[in-house]
C-alpha cells in the first residue's frame, strides 16, 4: 500500500489553531490589546464595530514593528517573546506562543499599519485569510494599529454561532475590563458603534477601580497589602456591608493576568466568613505576585486557569491578609480567642451563689461498644439530645420541600466493597460542615454540601436530559427584571430550562413572567437561582462543545444545596448520606471536589502508633 500521510498545508494548520485561539470577537479583542502591552504601549484604544463582527481595531503608540517584522508576525509560531524552553519558566509577557495573529489572520481580514520610534514611515500590510494580499510603504503614527474585518468570513458554522449583540459586547467589555484593571498606569478607551463606553486615564489602582465602577466605589475600598518570600499581594475588597447580591467585581489577577480560580476565590470568602451572609458576594480586586517560575500558565491560550507550585500557602496567606486588613479597617468583630465564651458569666447569674455542679456517670458506658443506640446515655443528656433535634425539627421540612428522599432503593456503591458497607443510622454532623459516618471498616466523613449537591445535580441533569422535570404551578406568577442581555440569554436557553420544569407565560425586552418552577427549587428562592444561573453562564467562554444542560444543572444544584452552616438532623443525615451512596459516582461533587474521604482501621490506628 502507498504511503498516506502527508503534512498539512500551514493555512489549514493555522485555521486549525483558530479554532482554539479565537473562540470569539472579544478573544481577538484579548489577544490584540495584550500584544499592545508586551510592546510597552502606554496608550491603548479598542474600536468595536457590531458587537466585533464588523470591526474590532487596536491603535497603541508601543514600539512598533520593523517591516520585515510585520511580514513575519502573521507566520505560526513567530515571537520576539521568547528564544527557547528556559525562558518559558521566566515569562514576563502576555504572548509567548506566536499563535494569536496568525490564527486570527486565518479566519479574518486584517490590516496592519505599524511604526517603529526611530523610522520616519511605517508598514501597511493586508492579510486575509493567511495571504498576504498587500504590502506598502505608509506614513502613520509610531507603534500599532492592527483592524481585523469579517471575523470568521471562512468558517460560516463559527459566525453563525456566535450569540446575539448585547451577548458578544458583554464579552468584549469584560476582557477590555480584565486588561484595564490589570494595568492602571495604562490609558485605555473603547468606543463602540463610535460611541464612548470608557475612556480610562492612566492612574493609581484606586483611580482605575473608581473610573470602572463609579464614584460610589471610593469609600467601599479596602486595602490589602501583605509581601512574603513567596507572594506579595496587594489590591483592595469592598467591606462587607457592600457585599453583593449578584457575583460580578471579582478579579484576581496573577502577575498581572486575570485569572479564575475557585480555590483562591474560596480563600477570599473565608475570610469573610462571619461578616457576611452565605448568600452574598464580596467584592475584590487581588493581585497577586509571585515569582514567575511558581506559576504555570502554559495550559491554554483561552482558558484563565493557573497552576500554582504552592497553592495551600498561597490561601492561608491570602486568608489571613484579608482577614487582617479587614480587622484594621475596624470592620471585622474584634475576637477574644483566648477567652471561651461559654465561660461568662451571665449577668443575672451574678448574685446567686454558686451550686456545685452534679455528674452523673454511666456506669454501663462502654466506649468500645458499636452496636448501642444512644439509649445508653444517661438521661440527663438525653434530653438535651432530645431538645436539639427539635431545635432542628423544621429542617425535615425543608428536607421534604427538598426531596431527597432516595431516588431510587439505595444501591449498593462499589465503593464500599462487602465488609466496608455503611452502616446508616450511625451519623455525626460536625461543624455543621461535614457529617461523620460509621463503616464496616472504620469512618467516613461526608462534605455535607457537595453530598448534596452531587444528588441534586445528577437529579436535574437526569430530568433535564429526559425532559421530563417535574413543575409545580405558581398560584401567582412571578415576574422577574432582567437586564436585556440576560434577557437574551435565558432565550438561549428557555427550551432546557422548560424541561428542567419551568414554565414561562411571557418574555417581553425587560421582564419575564414565571408561571411554574421545578418541583426542587423554592419559589422564595428562583430570583437568586436565576441570577446565579446568569452569572455561571456568563462566567463560561461557550465553544461548540459546551453543555448548557451541564452547566444548568450545576448551578441549580449548587443554589439549591444544603449549605455549610445548616443543622441536619440524624434522619436527614442518613438521607443524605444514604442517597449519596446510591450516585454512580459519589466520590466526586460536580465542580471536581472530593466528597468523602473514609479511615480505615490501620488508618486510624496509623494515627496513635506514629
Ligand atoms: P505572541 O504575542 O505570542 O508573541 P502574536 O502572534 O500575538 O504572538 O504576535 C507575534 C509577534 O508580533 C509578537 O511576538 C510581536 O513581536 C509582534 N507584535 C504583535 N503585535 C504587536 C504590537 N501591537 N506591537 C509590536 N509588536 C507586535
Ligand atoms: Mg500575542
Not at 502527508?6 to 493555522?14: F, G, I, R
Request: glycine letters at 4%; charged letters at 25%; hydrophobic letters at 35%.
Amino acid at each position: 500500500m502507498s504511503d498516506i500521510i502527508q503534512l498539512l498545508p500551514d493555512h489549514v494548520a493555522n485555521q486549525i489553531a483558530a479554532g482554539e485561539v479565537v473562540q470569539r470577537p472579544s478573544s481577538v479583542v484579548k489577544e490584540l490589546i495584550e500584544n499592545a502591552i508586551d510592546a510597552n504601549a502606554d496608550t491603548i484604544t479598542l474600536l468595536i464595530k457590531d458587537a466585533g463582527k464588523k470591526l474590532i481595531q487596536v491603535i497603541d503608540n508601543g514600539k512598533g514593528m520593523s517591516s520585515t517584522d510585520a511580514r513575519l508576525c502573521f507566520e505560526r509560531h513567530a515571537t520576539s517573546k521568547i528564544r527557547n524552553a528556559k525562558d518559558l519558566f521566566n515569562l514576563h509577557t502576555k504572548g509567548f506562543r506566536g499563535e494569536a495573529l496568525a490564527s486570527i489572520a486565518a479566519v479574518a481580514h486584517v490590516e496592519l499599519k505599524t511604526r517603529l520610534a526611530d523610522e520616519e514611515l511605517g508598514t501597511c500590510i493586508k492579510n486575509e485569510g493567511n495571504t498576504i494580499v498587500s504590502q506598502e510603504v505608509v506614513q502613520t503614527a509610531q507603534g500599532t494599529s492592527i483592524s481585523v474585518k469579517n471575523l470568521f468570513f471562512n468558517i460560516p458554522a463559527r459566525r453563525n454561532f456566535l450569540k446575539s449583540e448585547s451577548i458578544e459586547t458583554r464579552h468584549i467589555i469584560d476582557e477590555f475590563l480584565r486588561v484595564a484593571l490589570a494595568h492602571p498606569q495604562i490609558s485605555f478607551a473603547l468606543h463602540h458603534n463610535n460611541k464612548d463606553i470608557y475612556d480610562l486615564r492612566a492612574g493609581t489602582l484606586r483611580q482605575r477601580i473608581v473610573s470602572v465602577f463609579g464614584n460610589k466605589m471610593e469609600e467601599r475600598l479596602v486595602p490589602i497589602n501583605e509581601t512574603t518570600d513567596i507572594l506579595n499581594i496587594t489590591g483592595y475588597v469592598a467591606k462587607p456591608e457592600f457585599a453583593k447580591k449578584k457575583r460580578g467585581e471579582q478579579f484576581f489577577f496573577v502577575n498581572d493576568r486575570f485569572i479564575k480560580s475557585p480555590y483562591l476565590h474560596h480563600a477570599v470568602v473565608n475570610a469573610f466568613e462571619g461578616l457576611i451572609d452565605s448568600s452574598q458576594h464580596p467584592s475584590y480586586f487581588l493581585y497577586l505576585n509571585v515569582p514567575a517560575n511558581t506559576i504555570d500558565i502554559n495550559i491554554h491560550p483561552t482558558k484563565t486557569e493557573i497552576k500554582f507550585d504552592n497553592e495551600k500557602a498561597l490561601y492561608a496567606m491570602l486568608r489571613a491578609t484579608i482577614k487582617h486588613s479587614l480587622g484594621q479597617y475596624n470592620v471585622a468583630p474584634v475576637l477574644d480567642f483566648t477567652r471561651d465564651a461559654s465561660l461568662d458569666t451571665p449577668y443575672e447569674y451574678k448574685d446567686k451563689t454558686p451550686i456545685t455542679p452534679k455528674i452523673t456517670v454511666d456506669p454501663n458506658f462502654n466506649p468500645f461498644k458499636t452496636e448501642d443506640s444512644p439509649k445508653s446515655y444517661p438521661s440527663s443528656s438525653n434530653k438535651t439530645f432530645t431538645s436539639k433535634i427539635k431545635d432542628v425539627g423544621n429542617w425535615e421540612s425543608l428536607y421534604t420541600d427538598l426531596d431527597i428522599k432516595p431516588m431510587s432503593e439505595p444501591k449498593q456503591s462499589q465503593l464500599f466493597e462487602s465488609e466496608q458497607e455503611i452502616e446508616t443510622g450511625k451519623t455525626f454532623q460536625i461543624q455543621k460542615k461535614y457529617i461523620l459516618s460509621t463503616i464496616k471498616s472504620g469512618i467516613v466523613l461526608i462534605h455535607q454540601s457537595l453530598a448534596h449537591q452531587r444528588i441534586l445535580y445528577d437529579d436535574f441533569l437526569n430530568k433535564m436530559t429526559n425532559k421530563q422535570g417535574s413543575s409545580q404551578q405558581l398560584l401567582f406568577p412571578i415576574s422577574i427584571n432582567f437586564q436585556q442581555e440576560d434577557i437574551e440569554l435565558i432565550q438561549t436557553i428557555k427550551s432546557d430550562l422548560e424541561h428542567s420544569g419551568f414554565v414561562f407565560n411571557d418574555f417581553s425586552s425587560e421582564t419575564i413572567v414565571i408561571g411554574g418552577i421545578p418541583t426542587l427549587i423554592k419559589e422564595s428562592e428562583i430570583t437568586q437561582i436565576l441570577e446565579q444561573l446568569l452569572e455561571d453562564l456568563r462566567m463560561e467562554v461557550p465553544d461548540t462543545n459546551f453543555n448548557y444542560v451541564d452547566l444548568m444543572a450545576k448551578s441549580f444544584a449548587k443554589s439549591v444545596s444544603i449549605k455549610t452552616g445548616k443543622n441536619l438532623s440524624p434522619k436527614e443525615q442518613e438521607t443524605l448520606v444514604n442517597n449519596l451512596f446510591s450516585c454512580p459516582n459519589p466520590t466526586t461533587a460536580p465542580n471536581g471536589k472530593t466528597i468523602f474521604k473514609t479511615l480505615n482501621l490501620n488508618d486510624i490506628d496509623s494515627i496513635f502508633n506514629s
